[in-house]
């Protein structure tokens, strides 16, 4: 990929997690660390020409699908749908505000852009699978997308769908999964191991790779693969540091769900706006 084009979308990304933070300091609540941390896979997946959409269009039938089952992460979701034109930047200030479009959770029939409601964590590749076999079944060329999260592979949900997906081959389906070795309280290797979960996809018959999931070049090329293999379905576990951008917030699973500057602490805000607005050298304007 030629470097501009790589440096417009980590620049992209870093404006994603500004406005991450700036909807979440408004709402006063929500969480942090996931949505930092998948901001690069979204960008990757929104930005990096891999996926069929149109904002003008959400119902086209042609499109492909984007599921995200763990629904908890959506200020990045909503973010993602801003900068693709779904709606205007400036409604993302009413994230968790009562009315608003943008609930904590995403709620499907209120927001163009969004394929499903999710929260309750453990459904969403159940969904996508569904979708991507009717797909097969219908001989339609559209591709599901997922992404999910570690701590719902300690649900019994996913490996049933995980199951699923493998007995009938979905090659038209490609998970993105943040591992970012954390959940609500605690590391995931503490609370419910999950490794090794490249030998564990493998053994149910999927096509694994295993990136840095803030390598937004490294991302595209991972689905640009998953999308060549026509015998199974792929997944691409994406190695994140949770609060990815934000110093005081990475790796720790404190930030899992409240926002910076709870409590008046203002001085939270100013530093994960300045530390990302800077991000890599890059300065991440707002108005951009
Ligand atoms: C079925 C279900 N059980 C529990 C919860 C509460 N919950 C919300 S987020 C979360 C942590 C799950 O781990 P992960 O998705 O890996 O969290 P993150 O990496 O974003 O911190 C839990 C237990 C839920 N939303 N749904
Ligand atoms: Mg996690």
New binding site residues.
């Given amino acids: 990929m030629p470097e501009k084009n790589l440096l417009e979308l980590e620049k992209k990304a870093n404006q994603i997690r500004v406005d991450i933070i700036r909807s979440l300091v408004e709402a006063g609540s929500g969480?942090s660390?996931?949505p930092l941390d998948m901001a690069d896979v979204f960008t990757a997946i929104y930005f990096g020409d891999v996926m069929k959409y149109d904002p003008k269009n959400p119902d086209w039938e042609e499109r492909d699908r984007f599921i995200l089952s763990?629904g908890?992460?959506c200020p990045l979701l909503y973010a993602t749908l801003a900068h693709a034109g779904f709606f205007p930047r400036e409604e993302l200030l009413s994230l968790r505000k009562l009315d608003s479009r943008l609930q904590g959770h995403p709620h499907r029939v209120a927001l163009p852009g969004l394929e499903t409601s999710s929260?309750?964590?453990?459904m969403g590749l159940s969904q996508a699978a569904g979708m991507a076999y009717s797909f097969l079944m219908d001989k339609k060329k559209n591709w599901v997308f997922a992404a999910l999260?570690?701590?719902?592979h300690q649900?019994g949900n996913t490996w049933e769908a995980i199951l699923f997906a493998g007995k009938y081959k979905l090659y038209n389906l490609t998970v993105l999964i943040?591992r970012?070795n954390?959940?609500?309280d605690g590391y995931?290797e503490n609370v419910m191991p999950l490794e090794s979960m490249v030998e564990k996809y493998e053994s149910f018959n999927w096509h694994v790779q295993e990136i840095d999931g803030h390598n937004i070049e490294s991302i595209i090329d991972a689905i640009n693969e998953s999308k060549a293999i026509s015998t199974k379905p792929s997944v691409i576990i994406c190695n994140t540091i949770?609060g990815k951008g934000v110093e005081y917030m990475e790796r720790d699973?404190e930030w899992?769900?409240k926002p910076p500057g709870t409590k008046g602490n203002v001085g939270e805000v100013v530093e994960a706006l300045y530390e990302l607005r800077t991000l890599g050298g890059q300065i991440a304007s707002e108005h951009e």
């Fill in positions: 969480h660390a996931g763990n908890h992460i929260g309750p964590l453990g999260s570690d701590g719902e649900e943040d970012n954390i959940q609500i995931t949770p699973y899992h769900g």
